[in-house]
């Protein structure tokens, strides 16, 4: 038997045992006390080679840093955002920790628990902040990804990082997470969406951001979406969701939708003419972005919306400094500055916001709070809302949404167009009802893209008054 092969030798003042491996090459594990241990250790891992289950722990020598950079990253077919995600958590996390670490030392799972736990409860030295415990499980995930690739390819044996079944206070957290996460998420009625985007373009100061709040609470468009959408893909009556815009390391890249959800939708006639006027006031606009060798990364396409310089929205800056003031009516803290209520003028209603030094001082009034917690991730949750509550046909639903219709639901069920103008007509009663609504708070606005829309409400009120004041003075 190729077993009795097997022997042991002292090296130092240790024992060592010899085997053939399945190629005939002579072996050795070492560090043995004992001839006797160090015997059953070669013996038993010639048994491993006879049954099929040994591993050679020498194809394990590269480091990780080494297999990530030369084989496992340029293997990966990765859409553009999420390289660059994996590739900010590795030189961030993975690689700090174990990057100068042979693959085939990494054999603990108690170690990588130990570094996940460590990620959201040690602060970093860089910023003095932890991790969320969501940011270090997609660090404790990037590494498992990379680990069960390195297992298949033969050089570990076990994959230390995979994510077992929850133990211990892990149950209670994840229950917590998930009772959390039950809990209702704010979304925006049409009523809500309106004054939201009325107070957005006031703290913008232009009509812009009036438009773009609107457009995304009918539309349900994500963020990088409605960033990203170009002024040729407005037409009369749909909206064509081709691509979105993401934020790379400061830059914006031209990618398609989020799980490649490219589709057409169908808009009311209201939104249809809110935007064709604002695509004939901005009249052709390129953004900001360099062209110093050629095309920017965002492909220079004319895009419906852009900041007041001319460069793309960025998600954190709209939503901390124009949706949120909006919604909740307070400024979110700025250091040595506390959360503090947005100042505004008494007149004209909703008031207009006071800026500039002292501005808390010289302030009249403060807004109340619309839709508290809200994002601009509301209006999604909003439009999605809208159409559960009208009985959409839920194909439509998930088109619009940007949704895989699952099951045999999505093989066999189509649009009805008589359920596409029903939509249609949803969307219009409910934008009429807030304009309503919206003229009983006052009959001007100070937006001046709103107050137009609320002159017809107006002249409609003289002219039912009008009739009444001449019977009075009939005699």
């Given at each position: 038997m190729p077993r009795s092969q097997c022997f042991a030798e002292k090296r130092g003042g240790k024992w060592r045992g010899r085997y053939p491996d399945a190629d005939g090459r002579m072996r050795s594990t070492s560090g043995y006390p004992t001839k006797a241990k160090a015997l059953q250790a070669a013996r038993n891992q010639r048994a491993q080679i006879e049954a099929g289950t040994w591993h050679d722990q020498r194809k394990g020598e590269i480091t990780l840093a080494e297999y990530v950079d030369?084989?496992?990253?340029p293997a990966q077919q990765l859409a553009?955002?999420?390289r660059a995600q994996y590739r900010s958590v590795l030189k961030q996390h993975i690689l700090p920790a174990f990057g100068d670490r042979p693959l085939n030392t990494l054999d603990s799972p108690e170690e990588i628990s130990a570094w996940e736990i460590a990620l959201y409860s040690t602060p970093r030295p860089q910023k003095g902040r932890t991790l969320s415990k969501t940011s270090a499980r997609t660090a404790r995930k990037v590494l498992s990804f990379i680990l069960s690739d390195a297992q298949a390819a033969g050089l570990m044996f076990v994959n230390p990082a995979v994510i077992r079944r929850k133990r211990g206070t892990a149950i209670a957290d994840a229950r917590a997470a998930a009772a959390e996460a039950a809990e209702e998420k704010p979304w925006t009625t049409a009523l809500q969406a309106l004054l939201i985007a009325e107070r957005a373009a006031l703290l913008a100061g232009r009509d812009e951001e009036f438009i773009e709040i609107v457009t995304l609470h009918y539309t349900g468009m994500r963020w990088g979406e409605v960033v990203?959408?170009?002024e040729p893909d407005i037409r009369p009556n749909s909206i064509r969701i081709w691509w979105q815009l993401a934020e790379v390391n400061g830059v914006f890249v031209r990618i398609p939708p989020k799980f490649g959800s490219r589709r057409t939708i169908d808009i009311a006639p209201f939104l249809s003419s809110l935007l064709a006027a604002h695509l004939r006031l901005i009249g052709g606009r390129d953004c900001s972005c360099l062209r110093s060798?050629?095309?920017?990364?965002?492909?220079?396409t004319r895009y419906a919306f852009l900041g007041r310089e001319g460069e793309h929205q960025r998600r954190s800056g709209f939503a901390t400094w124009i949706f949120k003031p909006a919604a909740t009516g307070w400024y979110p803290p700025k250091r040595p500055y506390p959360a503090h209520p947005v100042p505004v003028t008494a007149e004209p209603w909703p008031g207009v916001p006071v800026r500039g030094r002292g501005n808390q001082t010289r302030g009249q009034a403060c807004w109340l709070p619309i839709l508290p917690g809200a994002s601009p991730h509301s209006c999604r949750h909003g439009r999605q809302t809208c159409m559960d509550r009208n009985g959409i046909q839920k194909i439509l639903r998930d088109l619009v949404m940007g949704h895989r219709t699952a099951g045999m639901e999505g093989v066999y069920a189509h649009v009805a167009p008589e359920t596409r103008a029903a939509l249609i007509s949803t969307d219009e009663r409910d934008w009429q009802v807030s304009l309503e609504t919206r003229f009983a708070l006052s009959t001007h606005s100070p937006v001046t893209v709103l107050d137009g829309l609320l002159a017809p409400l107006r002249e409609r009120v003289a002219q039912q008054r009008t009739p009444?004041?001449?019977?009075e003075a009939t005699p």
């Open positions: 030369q084989r496992w990253l553009f955002n999420t990203g959408l170009g060798g050629g095309s920017p990364s965002c492909e220079g009444c004041a001449s019977r």
